[in-house]
C-alpha cells in the first residue's frame, strides 16, 4: 500500500479533552449528550441535568459567553462550581491578517503548541468560514501547498467548533441581550476545505458540526455546511447519515494516470470506486447536488478532451463544477492555466448542462487562497524539484 494513501485515522493522536491532572475539562466541543455527563459526573443532579445543558448551551453558543460568572440565569454557588470544574477555552489567535479583498487567515496555536490556519471570506451576501480538520495533512496532493506539510494530528472536536467562535469573536457577531433580533450572519457558510483531509477525522468532524448545526447554538442549516473530501470511499456513505451536510470532492482530473499524482488516494479508491460511492450520497444526505472540485493546472489537465471526459464521468450525478484557477505558492511545480484555456473548458461543461462558476481567487497576498494553507511554523520551502519528484512529474 503507498504510504501516502494508507488509513491514518488508528494512528493519528488526537488530544484528549480533559487537561492534565488537576486541569479542568473544556466544555467547547462537548456534544448535548458528553455535556450531561459532564456536570452529572461534577455533582449536578440528574434530574437538572438536560435544564443546565440547555442553559450552558446558549450561553456558549447563542451568547458567545466566556466567563461563567456571565450565566446570570445559574445560581452562584452553581456557577462557582462550573468555574472549578470547566473551561471555556478557544484556540489561540496568534496572527491575524487581512487582505486587500477583506479576507481574513488567522493562524491558531492549539494544544501541544501546534497551529492551524482558518480563513473567512466576506462576499456580497453571505460570509464563508474556512476551518481545518487536521494539523497538517497525510494526502500529499502535489499541487497543494498544505500536503507539503505532514500530519501532525487530528483536531479535537472543540478546536474545530473553536474556529468558528474564534471568528465570531473577532467579527463581532454575537447577540446583545435585550437588543432587537437580528437575522444578518456574518458567519453565513462554514466549508471544510482548510488543512486535512475532513473525513480521516470523522468522528471529531461529525460531533464538531453537531453543535455547528443545533438549532439553540449556531444555528447554521445543513445546507451551509460543506465537506470537502479528497474521496475517502468508506467514509462517504457514513458522512451522509451522520452529518447530512453538502459534500464538495477534490477531483482534478479525469484519467486514473493524472488523479494517482494529483491526488495520491486514488491509487487506493480509484475514479470509479469514488464516483460510484458519490452517486449515492444525494439520496442519503438528501442533498440537492455534488460540488466537483477541479483546480486548473496548465497543460496538466486543461484540456478540450478533458472537460468533455469530466461531464461524461459525472453524467448522471447532480452536481456543480467549481473551476479553480490554480493559487501558485512558492516551489510549486505547476502554473495556473491561461484565462482563455479556464474559459474554454467552462464552456464545455456549462454547454453539458452544468453549472461551472469559475472561482475568483481570494486572499493570495496573505496565502489564504485555495491550496495555499500551512502553519507558520512549517513554512521552511522544499524544492521546486523536491516536490515534483514526490508527486512523480
Excluded at 47 to 67: C, E, N, P
Excluded at 293 to 312: F, P
Excluded at 372 to 379: H, V
Amino acid at each position: 500500500m503507498n504510504e501516502a494513501t494508507a488509513p491514518v485515522t488508528q494512528d493519528v493522536v488526537t488530544i484528549p479533552r480533559k487537561l492534565p491532572e488537576g486541569g479542568r475539562v473544556n466544555l467547547v466541543g462537548l456534544t448535548r449528550d458528553q455535556l450531561r455527563d459532564a456536570l452529572i459526573a461534577a455533582g449536578t443532579p440528574e434530574k437538572q441535568a438536560k435544564m443546565r445543558v440547555g442553559q450552558i448551551w446558549q450561553w456558549i453558543y447563542h451568547w458567545g459567553v466566556r466567563d461563567f460568572a456571565g450565566m446570570t440565569n445559574l445560581a452562584k454557588d452553581y456557577r462557582a462550581l462550573l468555574a472549578d470544574r470547566f473551561e471555556i477555552a478557544l484556540p489561540e489567535v496568534v496572527t491575524r491578517q487581512v487582505s486587500a479583498d477583506g479576507t481574513r487567515k488567522y493562524l491558531l496555536r492549539i494544544a501541544g503548541g501546534h497551529e492551524v490556519e482558518t480563513v473567512y471570506i466576506p462576499e456580497e451576501n453571505r460570509g464563508t468560514l474556512c476551518i481545518s480538520s487536521q494539523v497538517g495533512c497525510t494526502l500529499t496532493c502535489s499541487f497543494c501547498h498544505t500536503g507539503t506539510q505532514k500530519l501532525v494530528r487530528n483536531l479535537t472536536a472543540g478546536e474545530i467548533v473553536g474556529q468558528v467562535l474564534v471568528a465570531r469573536d473577532d467579527l463581532g457577531e454575537w447577540p446583545e441581550q435585550g437588543a432587537p433580533k437580528n437575522e444578518t450572519r456574518l458567519v453565513s457558510n462554514v466549508v471544510l476545505m482548510g488543512m486535512g483531509e475532513p473525513l480521516y477525522n470523522f468522528e471529531n468532524v461529525r460531533d464538531a458540526m453537531k453543535i455547528v448545526m443545533d438549532g439553540e447554538g449556531l444555528t447554521l442549516s445543513r445546507r451551509r455546511i460543506t465537506l470537502s473530501t479528497s474521496g475517502v470511499v468508506p467514509e462517504i456513505a457514513r458522512a451522509a447519515e451522520e452529518i447530512g451536510c453538502l459534500l464538495a470532492v477534490s477531483f482534478h482530473a479525469t484519467t486514473d494516470e493524472v488523479r494517482d499524482k494529483l491526488v495520491p488516494i486514488n491509487k487506493r479508491w480509484n475514479i470509479k470506486a469514488l464516483l460510484d460511492a458519490l452517486r449515492e450520497y444525494p439520496r442519503l444526505s438528501n442533498s440537492e447536488r455534488i460540488t466537483f472540485e477541479y483546480v486548473m493546472l496548465k497543460g496538466v489537465n486543461d484540456s478540450d478532451e478533458d472537460a468533455r471526459r469530466l461531464v461524461k464521468l459525472i453524467r448522471g450525478i447532480p452536481a456543480k463544477i467549481n473551476l479553480i484557477p490554480f493559487n501558485e505558492w512558492p516551489g510549486s511545480p505547476y502554473e495556473r492555466s491561461d484565462w482563455e484555456r479556464i474559459e474554454a473548458f467552462a464552456d464545455i461543461v456549462y454547454k453539458a448542462g452544468y453549472a461551472s462558476p469559475i472561482r475568483t481567487p481570494r486572499g493570495e497576498d496573505i496565502m489564504a487562497a485555495c491550496g495555499q494553507l500551512k502553519s507558520a511554523t512549517e513554512r521552511a520551502r522544499k524544492s521546486r524539484a523536491e516536490i515534483a519528484a514526490e508527486a512523480g512529474l
